[in-house]
């Protein structure tokens, strides 16, 4: 069993930064198959940023350069960095983890960008 806690979302002028965090309890802990997706209001959840099973950062086209996904083993979280950030990343974003054909999610964080 695995449980996602999300935190770190707000209101944001465009331009600024927000870090999100997703701290993992449960079973033991591993980032791999673990990421962050959004969903925007009328519009189906969509990929962010995430680890795959062999490690390895992947990210949406529209987050390149500006979002940085991160780890840390001592607190168990897996946090996405979002810098000049855009009012079309306005959503709720999700913390979500892959074990053993299992998906688990988190309880979503809510991210506003307007001025």
């Known amino acids: 069993q695995v449980q996602l806690v999300e935190s770190g979302g707000g209101l944001v002028q465009p331009g600024g930064s927000l870090r999100l965090s997703c701290a993992a309890s449960?079973?033991?802990?591993?980032?791999?198959?673990m990421g962050w997706y959004r969903q925007a209001p009328g519009k189906q959840r969509e990929l962010v940023a995430t680890?795959?099973?062999?490690?390895?950062?992947q990210y949406a086209d529209s987050v390149k350069g500006r979002f940085t996904i991160s780890r840390d083993h001592v607190k168990k979280t897996v946090d996405l960095q979002m810098n000049s950030l855009k009012p079309e990343d306005t959503a709720v974003y999700y913390c979500r983890k892959l074990r053993f054909g299992l998906e688990y999610w988190g309880q979503g964080t809510q991210v506003t960008v307007s001025s």
């Open positions: 680890f795959t099973d062999k490690g390895v950062m």
């Open positions: 449960g079973s033991a802990f591993n980032f791999y198959n």
